[in-house]
Antibody, heavy 124, light 110 residues
Framework: QVQLQESGPGLVKPSQTLLLTCTVS??????????WSWIRQHPGKGLEWIGY???????YYNPSLESRVTILVDTSKNQFSLKVSSVTVADTAVYYC????????????????WGQGTLVTVSS | QSALTQPASVSGSPGQSITISCTGT?????????VSWYQRHPGKAPKLMIY???KRPSGVSNRFSGSKSGNTASLTISGLQAEDEADYHC??????????FGGGTKLTVL
């Protein structure tokens, strides 16, 4: 069974850089050709897709966030990470990591495994 | 990319059927078969309920079904049960190889 677990600081000051890590168990992050994704949910709002990284290292980002976010993979630790620079209170949200399913070289649009989410609050 | 449009809330009584709509554009919902629906109970991780417009993952009740017409996708839940009360989010693959979500719909079982 594939499991994902987010980790990171619960509190970040405005203008700082947020770094979150997603640890994957039950599957190798470097095989299967999947995309590894970050999604967030602002308090009382809908889900917002942030971006994903293919196990080859190729990345796609939400155009509205692209200038401030970076997603990286660390295959040695079976982890992937999210960096958000110059955070503001608008970045306060629950952050989820998830897997976008791919099979036999074809990638689909759904996220089949999710982490439990981690709340990040931006406040001075 | 703009968020997909969902109703903020829907409600129904046990045993009834409800439908949640998800409207996008020809660059997302209308252009691809990759529409998904997720159920999220408070404090829990989202759960995939429907993918590729109308397919159900193993273990998801057949009371959940999906469809699409033009730029609008729909999730129908038949035989409503108390445990179905949750937030439901749609998502779609887009023409720029990204994903986009809807604003979410709160389902209340009366």
């Amino acid at each position: 069974q594939v499991q994902l677990q987010e980790s990171g600081p619960g509190l970040v000051k405005p203008s700082q850089t947020l770094l979150l890590t997603c640890t994957v168990s039950g599957a190798s992050i470097s095989s299967g050709g999947h995309f590894w994704s970050w999604i967030r949910q602002h308090p009382g709002k809908g889900l917002e897709w942030i971006g994903y990284i293919h196990d080859s290292g190729y990345t796609y980002y939400n155009p509205s966030l692209e200038s401030r976010v970076t997603i990286l993979v660390d295959t040695s630790k079976n982890q992937f990470s999210l960096k958000v620079s110059s955070v503001t209170v608008a970045d306060t949200a629950v952050y989820y990591c998830a897997r976008r399913y791919c099979s036999a070289g074809s990638c689909y649009g759904h996220l089949d495994y999710w982490g439990q989410g981690t709340l990040v609050t931006v406040s001075s | 990319q703009s968020a997909l449009t969902q109703p903020a809330s829907v409600s129904g009584s046990p045993g009834q059927s409800i439908t949640i709509s998800c409207t996008g554009t020809s660059s997302d919902v209308g252009g691809y078969k990759f529409v998904s629906w997720y159920q999220r109970h408070p404090g829990k991780a989202p759960k995939l309920m429907i993918y590729d417009v109308s397919k159900r993952p193993s273990g998801v009740s057949n009371r959940f079904s999906g469809s699409k017409s033009g730029n609008t996708a729909s999730l129908t839940i038949s035989g409503l049960q108390a445990e179905d009360e949750a937030d439901y989010h749609c998502s779609s693959y887009t023409s720029i190889s990204t994903l986009v979500f809807g604003g979410g719909t709160k389902l209340t079982v009366l």
